[in-house]
């Protein structure tokens, strides 16, 4: 079992930036993937970035790339997700989630069903 907490959204004007966390339980997985996914009302969840811990290799979606990154404290079993220049439509919930078996490629990030844990989420207003 792998517990997660997201925090750090919250209210901010276009062209801002804010810095999500998500802490992970302990576990005993030497390596999972971990990723962020979105959801605005009416939408369906959205994956915006993932990457394997311990890992380099990082994968995003179009609509964030360049804007957004994923990055990781291996001591503090913690994901963050750094938001820059944020746009009316980054609007969302903003969900951690992780899966036991890695992360290869950026198609992952559109088979949130794959991702076996998930935190409750921490939403991120953009106002224009």
């Known amino acids: 079992q792998v517990q997660l907490m997201e925090s750090g959204g919250g209210s901010v004007q276009a062209g801002g930036s804010l810095r999500l966390s998500c802490v992970a339980s302990?576990?005993?997985?030497?390596?999972?993937?971990m990723g962020w996914f979105r959801q605005a009302p009416g939408k369906e969840r959205e994956g915006v970035a993932m990457?394997?811990?311990?890992?380099?290799?990082?994968y995003y979606s179009d609509s964030v790339k360049g804007r957004f990154t994923i990055s990781e404290d291996n001591a503090k079993n913690t994901l963050y997700l750094e938001m820059r220049s944020l746009k009316a439509e980054d609007t969302a919930m903003y969900y951690c989630?992780?899966?036991?078996?890695?992360?290869?490629?950026?198609?992952?990030?559109?088979?949130?069903?794959?991702?076996?844990?998930w935190g409750q989420g921490t939403q991120v207003t953009v106002s224009s």
């Open positions: 990457k394997n811990t311990g890992d380099d290799s990082t």
């Open positions: 302990a576990h005993s997985y030497s390596s999972v993937c």
């Open positions: 989630a992780a899966k036991v078996v890695g992360c290869y490629s950026p198609s992952g990030l559109r088979n949130p069903q794959r991702f076996d844990y």
